[in-house]
């Protein structure tokens, strides 16, 4: 699953970190055995599940999902299109 980083995570925050991980940052979700992590999120830099990973905190990180600019929702599968008003 790929997250996007909602605000700036520290090292002063997360003493392991090499660096500060940015707001808006794109992290990808371990999908490994955590063996018992409770707190927070094991997470890549890379969507091809290589490189560094480490620790962020839950409440730092949101599903990444593409916006939808006019913020209208296209309509289900089989579901008719409203019709324009001829008023």
Known sequence: MKYMVNRD???????????TIKKGTIVYKFLGNTYGLTEGI??????????????LPEDALSPNQPLQSSGRRSPKAGQ?????STK
């Not at 094991?42 to 620790?55: E, I, K, T, W």
């Not at 008719?80 to 324009?84: M, V, Y």
């Open 42 to 55: 094991m997470v890549f830099l890379s969507d091809d599940q290589q490189g560094p990973l480490f620790q």
């Open 9 to 19: 995570v520290t090292q002063e925050e997360c003493d392991w970190l090499d660096e």
């Open 80 to 84: 008719a299109k409203p019709k324009a």
